[in-house]
């Protein structure tokens, strides 16, 4: 194994009450977690946010931990990133002060790196003996489904405050925010942007000591922005995709009651027409969101120097978007609206006045507002080709050179 000394980071705001036996606890299980895991040594850094009350002064109280201060709470995060910048660990983790978890596991995620080759260990809570309050594991388990169904990986907890990083691997985890909501934003970018390797440990999960500083809905709407942009900025598709299923799903739900009319009668009444417009504002809707997911996932790309999507049904919706396809496509949609509105354009320029049912009026209305979209995606997706082309010509950019200042004869 690469690594031989691993630094421990316990992060901590006003937990007086927990931190001298999450700190015991940690010390006595240096030498397991050395044995266990072929460690030369391991070293524990406390980091007081701002504490308040005397978590400091207890942490102090112990000659083999080191003990960092903030003069005011700057956050969850920023504790644990100022805390692997102290150490000195080929491998860094974290564990909560609130001693919920068994610093012991900390072999077990050590091994996990190697047997796996991964660069971030996690010990997943959600175990059938966890203590977790149902209303947390209730959240943490939503959150790990959507990550799970946005990343295509199977994923049991998002946001566990306890894991091992490889210090290798931390720049490519940057930038992380400071808040509470640290862990999922690191979980999220591991899963989405499929640079790094994350492996789950199951662990013990005991109940808190001491007051929660989790806000269950504050930091649960936290959470969820925070998956949600991590997916948006690495894998915009697919979040795009779930969208779009969802109004044409609403789509088919408005427009099944005239569509079954019309076959059944082969008429539509007018009190139908309100179903009609609606079912046509979702299907449009269903393909602005397509399409933007087609150019989003080019830009998502094209940022992050990575090919786009080989396969899947963003590929199928880039395949379809490229110039044969789409002008045959766009070229069908018209004819077809010209169709659909014939016997009015007859009728007006006969008579001037146009008899012809509403329903062809929005269908024709429709179809012709789908060609337009088509077409400005893919307008859009040969800006994005240019861009890529005249990269590949130049190469990377540099800034300009500095001017030097003036200096007189």
Not at 96 to 110: E, I, Q, Y
Not at 273 to 278: A, G, P, W
Request: proline residues 5%.
């Amino acid at each position: 194994m690469d690594a031989h000394s691993l630094t421990i980071v316990i992060p901590a705001l006003n937990e007086e009450e927990a931190i001298g036996d999450t700190l015991r606890r940690c010390l006595d299980a240096r030498d397991e977690i050395r044995a266990g895991a072929g460690l030369e040594r391991v070293e524990v850094v406390v980091v007081s946010d701002g504490s308040s009350d005397r978590t400091e002064e207890i942490a102090l109280g112990f000659d083999q931990v080191s003990v960092l201060a903030f003069d005011r709470n700057r956050g969850y995060g920023a504790a644990i990133k100022a805390g692997f910048a102290y150490g000195s660990g080929d491998l860094v983790g974290f564990l909560d002060a609130d001693g919920t978890c068994d610093p012991r596991v900390f072999g077990p995620l050590c091994r996990a790196l190697e047997r796996e080759e991964a660069d971030v260990a996690l010990g997943a809570r959600m175990t059938s003996e966890s203590e977790m309050p149902w209303v947390r594991a209730l959240g943490n388990r939503l959150f790990a489904w959507m990550l799970g169904v946005l990343s295509k990986r199977l994923v049991r907890d998002t946001a566990s405050g306890m894991r091992v990083i490889r210090r290798s691997s931390l720049r490519d985890l940057e930038p992380l925010p400071d808040g509470l909501h640290f862990t999922p934003a690191m979980s999220a970018r591991v899963l989405l942007e499929d640079k790094l390797r994350l492996v789950e440990v199951p662990m013990p999960y005991a109940e808190r000591l001491g007051r929660s500083k989790l806000s269950v809905l504050r930091d649960g709407v936290r959470f969820l922005s925070v998956i949600v942009r991590a997916a948006m900025c690495y894998r915009p598709a697919r979040l795009l995709l779930l969208v779009a299923g969802a109004l044409l799903a609403l789509g088919l739900v408005v427009g099944a009651g005239p569509v079954a009319f019309w076959l059944g009668e082969g008429r539509l009444e007018e009190w139908m027409i309100y179903r009609v417009l609606l079912s046509a504002l979702l299907f449009t809707g269903v393909a602005l969101v397509l399409c933007a997911a087609v150019v989003a996932e080019e830009m998502a790309a094209t940022a992050h120097g990575r090919p786009a999507a080989a396969s899947g049904v963003g590929a199928s919706l880039a395949r379809a978007f490229r110039p044969a396809p789409r002008r045959a496509l766009g070229a069908l949609l018209v004819l077809v609206a010209l169709g659909v509105a014939a016997p009015g354009i007859a009728q007006y320029a006969a008579i001037g006045e146009v008899t012809m049912h509403w329903s062809r009026a929005v269908l024709a209305s429709l179809l012709v507002v789908l060609a337009g979209v088509l077409g400005i995606t893919a307008f859009l997706l040969d800006m994005l080709d240019l861009i890529r082309a005249q990269r590949l010509e130049r190469g990377p950019l540099r800034p300009p050179d500095r001017a030097r200042p003036a200096v007189a004869a």
